[in-house]
């Protein structure tokens, strides 16, 4: 079974900076995409940045600039560095983790509030 782990969220004012972080433990596989989805309240969940295996990032429109995907393949760890957060980027994030194989993991979600 494999765990994925976010960790990282929290309350921020706007302009400022949060790094999240996500962990996959358990049997051990090979990450071949790490991404990060976020879900604001009423609204659909949508993919903010990933990364696959020997790629380069990815980002949404909306975070390009700001965001930085990173990922360490020996540990199966990934950060989301978020720089100059807007009220906008208010939401629950989501780390998802697929293997080689095609499986897909997802973590339960780290609140980011941005808020003066």
């Known amino acids: 079974q494999v765990h994925v782990v976010e960790s990282g969220g929290g309350l921020v004012q706007p302009g400022g900076s949060l790094k999240l972080s996500c962990a996959a433990s358990?049997?051990?596989?090979?990450?071949?995409?790490m991404a990060w989805y976020r879900q604001a309240p009423g609204k659909e969940r949508e993919l903010v940045a990933s990364i696959i295996s020997g790629g380069r990032p990815n980002y949404a429109d909306s975070v390009k600039g700001r965001f930085t995907i990173s990922r360490d393949n020996g540990k199966n760890t990934g950060d989301l560095q978020m720089n100059s957060l807007k009220l906008e980027d208010t939401a629950v994030y989501y780390c998802?983790?697929?293997?080689?194989?095609?499986?897909?993991?997802w973590g339960q979600g780290t609140q980011v509030t941005v808020s003066s």
């Open positions: 358990g049997r051990s596989f090979g990450i071949y995409l």
């Open positions: 998802n983790i697929v293997n080689f194989g095609g499986v897909t993991y």
